[in-house]
């Protein structure tokens, strides 16, 4: 019956939030949304739901889920057909006890049940939101093998500047001081110009921390200043460089290098190969989830390797210049094998070809015909080891190869030579109609990159504060994050701007990520500007068919943008909040056999003389 109870109670639950005490009406001010708030609760938003458990966990809110008692205690009288019990003050007292037991012991279970199912699924939906963005993030557009500036923007600590060259390698760093207390302008341009003409830059990273736009406005300035240097500036998301710069692998990578260094080096890097470099940083740290430290940790940690893993073996890996940290997700590979295949291409030279990976210490025949298409050799002995075709379906292309009267060279992305080929006819016990079709697949379009091509969002140079923004602006921007309520734009103001989904699309918008992705370049315009809460409202649509001005969303709504704070006391708890501030199990607690959930009520019942219905 237990089960019937909580159905019952269920279409009428409502979650109800309210401020804890006076006292934290100001330090708790960010949540002020939920101050006074109710809603049903099966239609509580994933999002808004960990904002008040946030609320609670900070001891700024109370919660609770209330409900109807009547269709709940009327099913409890008609399983124990308590209306034909006579004398009536029988009947009254065992309703009565019928009501207690309800009121004091099966609803508060059936509310923390309740509850605790929907905070596992608002996580689940958490961190499939978290790991869409990762993915995006990973597989942005690469600008590829050029040189490059990173710039780790600073004000008193000066700006930190590393050129990198095209593979990776750092060729220079630096420091300036354009801003306070120093304020060497003249000296930081110059020394811009220095290391731009002197190594030959075609790309300068700036990070869009703090003076992010202060030291874009400088670089500006340089380039108006040496018009003859071909210079593209682009501004880089910086989320985790600092997390890189302080790890164990930055120091076997960079060992000669400071720690601030390090930063700008990391900026130029993700620029030039996103994937290569983000895949160095812990995911939880690179920024892009929606209330990431309040779910289950562990289960984020599974979900976003998978991610990396499956995005790193979509893109396959140049094993003669990855990283340690990259071969670590290749399939197959480990982070000790990873770092063998390092070791050992420092002792022997590059690998020319596949094979030679059979030398490594270590990586065995299984473990090489797990990885080996995933790893990709370029300018080797062998033209398909660049390619994703596996060394088991070298024979295939040898027969097709001889069937058309010409070489692998020639073949490889030669459409025309490829789609004459009559798969059927290579069809084997060997090979599958299926892996003959891949094979061709990747010979028409070998190691085709599943990433888009490269583009840069272009700021407004008079537009860097919130304060400057006004209602009815047209600017550029770049998709930073997407939640399930919409998405955070980066329009160069130091605070993202957030498209409500209402705002995505002039047609109804289910789900934000069939929109707008991470790293797409937008044309928004201002709905709202908030300056004191440093809210800013941002719309897709065109302009003659979007809504008014949308009311400013609860800061809690608007992703992950600060870090957890530590936690406090948790407030004395009112009648209906459930004892604890947030559950501890990872799953709810399966419902007990009906005797022992309700064998308290049904004891006494049964002690009256009353039996229930079958």
Not at 68 to 91: V, W
Not at 377 to 401: C, F, M, N, R
Request: charged share 25%; with cysteine.
């Amino acid at each position: 019956m237990t089960a019937e109870l909580k159905q019952l109670f269920a279409k009428t639950a409502i979650l109800k939030s309210a401020v804890a005490s006076d006292e934290k009406k100001e330090v708790g001010k960010k949540f002020r949304d939920y101050f006074e708030f109710a809603e049903n609760l099966g239609k509580v938003p994933s999002h808004r739901l960990l904002a008040m458990l946030r609320g609670r966990q900070e001891n700024v809110l109370g919660l609770k889920v209330d409900g109807e008692d009547e269709q709940p205690l009327l099913r409890i009288e008609t399983e124990y057909s308590l209306e034909q019990i006579q004398p009536q003050a029988r009947q009254d007292f065992l309703k009565q006890t019928a009501k207690l037991f309800w009121l004091g012991k099966i609803r508060p279970q059936i509310e923390h049940s309740l509850l605790t199912e929907k905070r596992l699924a608002a996580e689940a939906e958490a961190m499939q939101v978290f790991a869409e963005n990762l993915r995006h993030l990973l597989l942005s557009a690469p600008a590829g093998a050029r040189t490059t500036l990173g710039v780790d923007p600073g004000i008193r600590t000066g700006v930190k500047l590393a050129v990198v060259s095209n593979s990776g390698d750092v060729l220079a760093y630096s420091t300036i001081y354009p801003f306070a207390p120093k304020e060497d302008k003249t000296g930081s341009i110059a020394e811009l110009a220095r290391l731009c003409r002197e190594y030959q830059v075609d790309l300068i990273a700036i990070g869009n921390g703090t003076a992010s736009r202060e030291t874009e406005a400088v670089v500006a300035e340089m380039m108006a200043q040496n018009t003859d240097l071909k210079l593209t500036r682009v501004t880089v998301s910086e989320a985790g460089a600092s997390v890189y710069s302080a790890s164990e692998l930055a120091s076997q990578e960079l060992p000669e290098l400071d720690v601030s260094i390090r930063g700008a080096v990391s900026i130029a890097r993700r620029l030039q190969d996103p994937l290569a470099e983000l895949v160095k940083i812990d995911p939880k740290a690179i920024g892009v989830g929606q209330y990431q430290h309040d779910i289950n940790q562990a289960g984020l940690a599974q979900t976003l390797d998978a991610v990396v893993e499956d995005c790193v073996n979509a893109v396959g890996v140049d094993v003669n210049t990855a990283s340690p940290a990259i071969l670590g997700y290749i399939a197959g590979l480990n982070k000790a094998i990873a770092q063998q295949i390092v070791e050992y291409r420092k002792e022997h030279g590059r690998f020319e070809n596949r094979q030679q990976l059979k030398n490594v210490p270590r990586l065995g025949e299984r473990t090489f015909e797990q990885a080996a298409g995933f790893l990709r050799i370029q300018d080797g002995e062998q033209p398909l080891d660049a390619s994703a075709v596996h060394p088991e379906s070298y024979a295939l292309v040898e027969k097709i190869v001889a069937a058309k009267a010409t070489t692998v060279q020639d073949m490889i992305a030669n459409s025309e030579i490829i789609r004459s080929v009559d798969a059927d006819s290579f069809v084997s016990e060997q090979y599958g109609l299926p892996t003959v079709k891949d094979v061709l697949a990747e010979l028409e379009k070998p190691a085709r990159d599943p990433r888009p091509e490269f583009r840069t969002a272009k700021f407004r140079d008079d537009i860097t504060k919130v304060a400057q923004l006004a209602e009815g602006m047209k600017l550029e921007g770049v998709i930073t994050n997407v939640t399930n309520f919409g998405a955070f734009v980066d329009i160069g103001v130091h605070q993202d701007g957030l498209v409500h989904i209402s705002e995505l699309s002039n047609s109804f918008v289910s789900d934000p990520h069939k929109v707008v992705k991470p790293g797409q370049i937008v044309q928004v315009r201002v709905l709202t500007v908030d300056v004191e809460r440093n809210r800013v409202n941002l719309s897709l649509k065109a302009e003659s068919t979007a809504t008014p001005a949308r009311v400013a969303r609860p800061q809690q709504e608007r992703g992950e943008r600060t870090e957890r704070k530590p936690q406090g006391q948790r407030p004395a708890r009112k009648d209906g909040e459930f004892k604890s501030a947030r559950p501890q199990a990872n799953k709810p607690k399966q419902d007990k056999p009906q005797e022992q959930k309700i064998g308290g009520l049904g004891a006494l019942l049964l002690q009256a003389g009353v039996k229930g219905s079958k």
